[in-house]
């Protein structure tokens, strides 16, 4: 099987699962939900929301971010078959950018929901390049879910696998929640000095980085989990 279909192979069948378990997607639906309208009602002022809309969406992402990663390797735990996952026909990589681009789908799904409630409860006016903002979005969701899949199968089978995958996440992606947030905030308001296109970089390069070095070390971590 060609490294092309191994993933696609990977990628089907992870989507397959979601679908029948349509009520993990739809509990993250709800959580990304809750998350914003806590920040819209905890803000001192209406005239505070609009600055934070951009900041808010994607908090709201990083953190339902957690739970569809978290769940992203519930089956083969489920039924035992994490450690069968190396003899699959396909090579470690596919396996590895095959769940990650899964992930990346979910997570822009999630994304295109909480967009539209963002606007309503933080009522942004636009005025920057919304033409880059579906960039931005699958920049950003993709440097979520590269280095989220990579630690998902670092804590799947530790015990308190939940509490301990945010605290090793968090902290590899800080620069995509600044520049995300950063990146959407200037298309939304107005970018006058240009410095989306620097974001949306840092972004770029991130990706780069995390999706070539991870499907390296996912062979290490499987072999060695």
């Not at 909480?114 to 950003?140: D, K, N």
Request: net charge negative; hydrophobic share 55%.
């Amino acid at each position: 099987m060609t490294g092309v279909r191994a993933v696609a192979a990977v990628v089907g069948r992870e989507l397959r699962t979601e679908w029948r378990d349509r009520s993990r997607v739809g509990g993250l639906f709800v959580y990304g939900f809750a998350l914003v309208l806590a920040l819209a009602f905890a803000m001192p002022g209406p005239h505070m929301l609009p600055d934070l809309a951009g900041g808010a969406l994607w908090l709201g992402l990083v953190l339902a971010s957690t739970r569809a990663l978290d769940a992203s390797f519930a089956t083969e735990l489920e039924h035992g078959a994490l450690e069968a996952m190396l003899l699959w026909p396909v090579p470690p990589a596919a396996i590895f950018y095959g769940k990650a681009l899964a992930n990346t789908i979910v997570l822009l799904m999630v994304a295109c929901f909480l967009a539209p409630i963002v606007g309503l409860l933080y009522h942004p006016e636009p005025r920057g390049s919304l033409w880059m903002l579906p960039l931005v979005m699958v920049a950003g969701c993709m440097a979520l879910a590269a280095p989220g899949t990579l630690v998902a199968s670092l804590t799947s089978r530790a015990r308190g696998s939940s509490a301990l995958l945010p605290v090793l996440l968090f902290p590899l992606v800080v620069p995509v929640l600044l520049a995300s947030a950063r990146a959407t905030t200037l298309l939304l308001e107005g970018d006058p000095m240009n410095q989306a296109d620097d974001w949306l970089g840092v972004l770029v390069v991130f990706n780069l980085l995390h999706w070539s070095l991870d499907a390296l070390l996912f062979e290490r971590v499987i072999d060695e989990g």
